[in-house]
């Protein structure tokens, strides 16, 4: 059993940036593979990174340039430097985990959290 806690969420203006950070209890978190997803108003749950225990990273299309993704897995946490950021990228952000980086990328893996709400407005 994996528990994932988000934070790092807030209101920033465009052109700003924040990073996200997931920090994951519960298991030997280096052997997971973790992952952002968004879910903004009205829209689907979408992908916006993925990174295996070993750091292999994947990057929805849409995300390559703004977003970086990565681990320290002494510290059990995740990252998602956003950088760039545009009123469009308003959106729920979600950690989410499986032993599979391809459940994660699918969305498909065991673990969610609760998500960090990311405002970008002026």
């Known amino acids: 059993q994996v528990q994932l806690v988000e934070s790092g969420g807030g209101l920033v203006q465009p052109g700003g940036s924040l990073r996200l950070s997931c920090t994951a209890s519960g298991a030997i978190v280096s052997l997971y593979a973790m992952g952002w997803y968004r879910q903004a108003p009205g829209n689907e749950r979408e992908l916006v990174a993925g990174?295996?225990?070993?750091?292999?990273?994947n990057y929805a299309d849409t995300m390559k340039g703004r977003f970086t993704i990565s681990r320290d897995n002494a510290k059990n946490t995740v990252y998602l430097q956003m950088n760039s950021l545009k009123p469009e990228d308003t959106a729920v952000y979600y950690c989410h985990s499986d032993r599979s980086l391809w459940e994660v990328v699918r969305g498909t893996g065991l673990y969610w959290g609760q998500g960090t709400q990311v405002t970008v407005s002026s």
């Open positions: 990174i295996s225990g070993g750091g292999l990273t």
